[in-house]
């Protein structure tokens, strides 16, 4: 069948190879939805979340869309490369045999249908099963294939590099993935999977660590860039300057991929070195789009608004921290920054490599609570790296916007927030009502005693639980306790409510109003991120925890990562709240 620029396959095969998963996710997902049941995009949705770390979601996704029965040499070998993620993860005790199982699942393939690709992966993965003399046996079979003797594209190339290593021939593979990486369709998704595969081979087999050293480095993949500056007038001079010194850094660096907002200045003197050099830009924009040209781009003076649209046209993608528009509040701009950090940080660790911050700032300037130097303070704090550019001079002197009041009475803040609710709560008894309040929520308040003054704000009604806390680590930590002591529900409860009852979290990070209730006479938080928080858990599967993009991405910049969040794709919110990305979020096994 002929495919065009729109075929969703297509759409999807180039995120993976630009290393986006989640798109990649997102585009075979919204097109099954559509009604296109075709295999390679179940496949595409499948390696994506296998990319993206989240094996388990990965195995339930290829059964249930029968891949297995497909017969088609990729699709089938995804089995394969899913037990070997498994092993991956595994307690030592238990790898040998999981490696062992995703080598028959390479081999089953291979022996059915020679390929290169199924023949390495069998090969590789018996080497980490231990089985050396049939590692060695099919690399040699596969440097004799006309396809890899005589290689004509990356997956080739990088095939007999692989090989080599299996039989300790060091020079030879250097040689081969030197010449691998020059080759056109070296993407950044390829060259991503080739090093993890590296790297797999000498944390498991210590042994060849020292020839496998020098194929890392080649193979190590660009930073992501996260960019922040700031806003300043037009002047030729100075961004003449100041661009020369962008270049650089960017030469020096070599990013593949960019996260920022298009503020005045130094933002879109960034974006467009990006777009020169034909990377991937991702705008992140704090609220509203004609509002943050309001307050951050016309400022600057005219002439940045037309430049601001063309970065707009030419980015990769465009999001927003919060969809509100701005209302005084000059927390947004850290909010929306902190975001913009959190998905570099993410896309990153998806690519295996680190995400680095490019600041255009004066390092003489006193930090303020938002702005640039914020920012560079908050990532550095953090325990991440920064280049920061002295800007010289430029003009700050900008026409700012008459400034927003905010209303009487209350602070805007930005914190987590926690909702639960019980799924089959209208079913229960009357009888059972009291067992509810006094094990369901019981559990809950004990939960949430635990985290003290962490707990800003707590209430409850029917049955639903709201709970205000300050930072997204201490919500996850919250929520996961939730919902372990939620994982029972006592006998009389499942009789009413049925089998698949139980609690459901959502759980989101962003700025909110804190205020005074005066019906209950106590300090309160409310706003439209409250409400967008509301609409998740409904939308929930019962005994999870789904987490906004925003929440996920904040708490990706914790140096620790004791918390994993797993992509589940766009999802419609309850009362037509609109779709969000969500995540489902767990505790990592820091174990293995």
């Given at each position: 069948?002929?495919?065009?620029?729109?075929?969703?396959?297509?759409?999807?095969?180039?995120?993976?190879?630009?290393g986006?998963?989640?798109e990649?996710?997102?585009?075979?997902?919204?097109?099954?939805?559509?009604?296109?049941?075709?295999?390679?995009?179940?496949?595409?949705?499948t390696?994506?979340?296998?990319?993206?770390?989240?094996?388990?979601?990965?195995?339930?996704?290829?059964?249930?869309?029968?891949?297995?029965?497909?017969?088609?040499?990729?699709?089938?070998?995804?089995?394969?490369?899913?037990?070997?993620?498994?092993?991956?993860?595994?307690?030592?005790?238990?790898q040998?045999?999981?490696?062992?199982?995703?080598?028959?699942?390479?081999?089953?393939?291979?022996?059915?249908?020679?390929?290169?690709?199924t023949?390495?992966?069998?090969?590789?993965?018996?080497?980490?099963?231990?089985?050396?003399?049939?590692?060695?046996?099919?690399?040699?079979k596969?440097?004799?294939?006309?396809?890899?003797?005589?290689p004509?594209?990356?997956?080739?190339?990088?095939?007999?590099?692989?090989?080599?290593?299996?039989?300790?021939?060091?020079?030879d593979?250097?040689?081969a993935?030197?010449?691998?990486?020059?080759?056109?369709?070296?993407?950044?998704?390829?060259?991503?999977?080739?090093?993890?595969?590296?790297?797999?081979?000498?944390?498991?087999?210590?042994d060849?660590?020292?020839?496998?050293?020098?194929?890392i480095?080649?193979?190590?993949?660009?930073?992501?860039?996260?960019?922040?500056?700031?806003?300043f007038?037009?002047?030729?001079?100075?961004e003449?300057?100041?661009?020369?010194?962008?270049?650089?850094?960017?030469?020096?660096?070599?990013?593949?991929?960019?996260?920022?907002?298009?503020?005045?200045?130094?933002?879109?003197?960034?974006?467009?070195?990006?777009?020169?050099?034909?990377?991937?830009?991702?705008?992140?924009?704090?609220f509203?789009?004609?509002?943050?040209?309001?307050?951050?781009?016309?400022?600057g003076?005219e002439?940045w608004?037309p430049?601001?649209?063309k970065?707009?046209?030419?980015?990769?993608?465009?999001?927003?921290?919060?969809?509100?528009?701005?209302?005084?509040?000059?927390?947004?701009f850290s909010?929306?920054?902190?975001?913009?950090?959190g998905?570099?940080?993410?896309?990153?660790?998806?690519?295996?490599?680190?995400?680095?911050?490019?600041?255009?700032?004066?390092t003489?300037?006193?930090a303020?609570?938002?702005?640039?130097n914020?920012?560079?303070?908050?990532w550095?704090s953090?325990?991440?790296?920064?280049?920061?550019?002295?800007?010289?001079?430029?003009?700050?002197?900008?026409?700012?916007?008459?400034?927003?009041?905010?209303?009487e009475?209350?602070?805007?803040v930005a914190?987590?927030m926690?909702?639960?609710?019980?799924?089959?709560f209208?079913?229960?008894s009357e009888?059972?009502l009291?067992?509810?309040?006094?094990?369901?929520?019981?559990?809950?308040?004990?939960?949430?005693?635990?985290?003290?003054?962490?707990?800003?704000?707590?209430?409850?009604?029917?049955?639903?639980?709201?709970?205000?806390?300050?930072?997204?680590?201490?919500?996850?930590?919250?929520?996961?306790?939730?919902?372990?002591q939620?994982?029972?529900?006592?006998?009389l409860?499942?009789?009413?409510?049925?089998?698949?009852?139980?609690?459901?979290?959502?759980?989101?990070?962003?700025p909110?109003?804190?205020?005074?209730?005066?019906?209950?006479?106590?300090?309160t938080?409310?706003?439209?991120?409250?409400?967008?928080?509301?609409?998740?858990?409904?939308?929930?599967?019962?005994?999870?925890?789904?987490?906004?993009?925003?929440?996920?991405?904040?708490?990706?910049l914790?140096?620790?990562?004791?918390?994993?969040?797993?992509?589940?794709?766009?999802?419609?919110?309850?009362?037509n709240?609109?779709?969000?990305?969500?995540?489902?979020?767990?505790r990592?096994?820091?174990?293995?």
């Amino acid at each position: 069948m002929m495919t065009t620029a729109a075929d969703p396959v297509v759409l999807a095969d180039d995120a993976l190879s630009r290393g986006d998963n989640l798109e990649a996710y997102d585009i075979a997902i919204s097109a099954e939805a559509e009604g296109q049941q075709r295999p390679r995009l179940a496949y595409i949705a499948t390696l994506a979340l296998a990319r993206m770390g989240d094996t388990n979601m990965a195995l339930d996704y290829y059964d249930k869309a029968g891949l297995g029965d497909i017969d088609d040499d990729d699709i089938l070998a995804l089995l394969g490369r899913l037990k070997k993620d498994l092993a991956e993860t595994a307690k030592a005790r238990d790898q040998a045999e999981l490696f062992a199982e995703a080598s028959r699942a390479y081999r089953e393939v291979y022996e059915n249908r020679e390929s290169y690709f199924t023949g390495i992966n069998a090969a590789t993965t018996a080497l980490l099963a231990g089985d050396r003399v049939s590692a060695e046996e099919l690399a040699e079979k596969i440097l004799d294939d006309p396809a890899v003797a005589k290689p004509t594209g990356f997956y080739a190339t990088a095939t007999a590099a692989e090989a080599n290593i299996l039989l300790g021939r060091g020079e030879d593979a250097l040689d081969a993935i030197s010449a691998a990486v020059r080759w056109s369709d070296a993407s950044v998704g390829s060259k991503a999977s080739t090093f993890r595969q590296m790297m797999l081979i000498a944390k498991i087999v210590p042994d060849m660590a020292e020839i496998i050293a020098p194929i890392i480095e080649v193979l190590r993949p660009s930073p992501v860039l996260v960019f922040t500056g700031h806003m300043f007038r037009a002047d030729l001079k100075a961004e003449e300057a100041l661009t020369a010194q962008i270049d650089a850094a960017l030469d020096e660096l070599e990013p593949d991929t960019a996260y920022g907002a298009l503020a005045c200045g130094a933002d879109i003197l960034v974006a467009e070195a990006v777009i020169r050099r034909g990377l991937e830009l991702h705008v992140v924009l704090p609220f509203e789009r004609e509002d943050f040209i309001t307050q951050s781009v016309r400022p600057g003076g005219e002439d940045w608004v037309p430049r601001f649209e063309k970065c707009m046209e030419r980015a990769t993608s465009v999001s927003f921290a919060t969809d509100m528009s701005y209302i005084g509040d000059p927390n947004m701009f850290s909010y929306g920054s902190a975001v913009a950090m959190g998905l570099a940080r993410m896309r990153a660790r998806h690519l295996r490599t680190s995400a680095v911050q490019l600041a255009i700032a004066q390092t003489e300037d006193n930090a303020l609570p938002v702005g640039t130097n914020s920012d560079v303070s908050t990532w550095n704090s953090l325990g991440h790296e920064s280049r920061i550019i002295d800007p010289s001079e430029i003009d700050r002197n900008l026409d700012r916007p008459p400034e927003i009041s905010m209303p009487e009475g209350v602070t805007r803040v930005a914190h987590s927030m926690i909702f639960a609710d019980f799924a089959g709560f209208s079913k229960l008894s009357e009888a059972a009502l009291p067992l509810f309040a006094r094990d369901i929520f019981g559990r809950a308040g004990k939960v949430l005693d635990e985290y003290g003054d962490k707990i800003l704000y707590r209430n409850s009604w029917g049955d639903a639980l709201y709970a205000v806390v300050s930072t997204p680590k201490d919500a996850a930590e919250i929520v996961l306790k939730l919902q372990t002591q939620f994982a029972e529900i006592p006998d009389l409860l499942q009789e009413c409510a049925g089998g698949n009852c139980g609690m459901r979290i959502g759980v989101h990070h962003g700025p909110i109003y804190r205020g005074h209730d005066a019906v209950m006479m106590r300090t309160t938080f409310f706003g439209t991120e409250v409400t967008r928080t509301a609409r998740i858990e409904p939308v929930t599967p019962t005994g999870e925890v789904y987490a906004t993009e925003a929440f996920a991405a904040i708490l990706s910049l914790e140096s620790d990562r004791p918390f994993g969040t797993h992509y589940v794709g766009r999802v419609q919110l309850a009362k037509n709240y609109g779709t969000l990305a969500m995540y489902k979020l767990s505790r990592r096994n820091l174990d293995l």
